[in-house]
């Protein structure tokens, strides 16, 4: 390489945007930008955890009720397949930046993916389809069971907070699948250095916020209440 090239590669370094200072500037902005945006969907998922507190507090029994029509088993399995998710989202970012080679980095990206394809295809094949046959899908042919009582109305509207809740995550899950594609490909061309690692970086944030919201999602529908209820399945 002859020294104009060395001084170019040395000006514009690999994923260098013209608009910044160095490549610093760039990474913090980067950084900033997807904080802002974790920002606003904490707010949005907020109001629906709000939400879902209040009408619990209203009507403890029918919540309870509705969280033991719920299959633990999947819950606890899919927290622990995203909590791995995490794990291996780090080591691709940590693969980066110690210089290890581009398969290394797809590899644990793929793996990613195919973790958080397994938390979806749990959760539409297993736990949803279970709620569609057992009738306690709002929307689809909801049926209340006698041994719910008065409490019937109450039990729906907290099957309708566990569809909008767990389906809003679902979709930040196929969002994330995207972007991991997205990812992959990049590292396939050889995108990331030790210098350039950011889109990585932000990608994680990402998914970490998603694996969080679970984490929360978890124990407010699934564990959280006392013995109301008198029967599940």
């Known amino acids: 390489m002859s020294d104009l090239a060395v001084h170019e590669h040395e000006a514009n370094p690999t994923g260098f945007a013209h608009q910044f200072e160095d490549l610093e500037q760039q990474h913090d902005a980067g950084r900033l930008g997807m904080w802002i945006f974790l920002a606003t969907e904490i707010l949005f998922f907020g109001g629906m955890f709000t939400s879902y507190t209040i009408y ?9 009720i509705g ?9 606890a399995t899919n927290t622990a ?7 291996t989202m780090a080591l691709s970012i940590h693969s980066a930046q110690t210089g290890k080679r581009k398969g290394t980095i797809i590899g644990w990206l793929i793996f990613t993916m195919l973790l958080g394809a397994t938390f ?34 109450q039990v729906q509207m907290f099957m ?9 995550h679902a979709l930040h899950m196929i969002v994330g699948l995207g972007i991991l594609t ?12 030790t210098q350039y690692y950011v889109p990585l970086e932000i990608s994680g ?3 970490h916020f998603v ?21 599940g399945h």
């Open 81 to 87: 397949v995203l909590i791995c998710s995490s794990l």
């Open 211 to 231: 694996d969080i919201v679970w984490i929360f999602l978890f124990p407010l529908l699934y564990l959280i209440g006392g013995r109301y209820s008198t029967g």
């Open 56 to 64: 619990r507090s209203l009507h403890p029994a029918a919540f309870d």
């Open 182 to 193: 997205v990812l992959v490909i990049m590292a396939a061309r050889g995108r990331f250095t």
């Open 160 to 168: 309708c907070f566990y569809f909008f809740l767990t389906g809003l």
């Open 67 to 75: 969280s033991h029509l719920l299959e633990v088993k999947f819950g």
């Open 120 to 153: 979806l295809f749990l959760k539409f094949r297993f736990e949803w389809y279970h709620d569609w046959l057992e009738h306690i899908m709002p929307g689809f042919g909801f049926v209340y069971r006698p041994e719910w009582g008065a409490n019937g109305p």
């Open 205 to 207: 944030l990402y998914w």
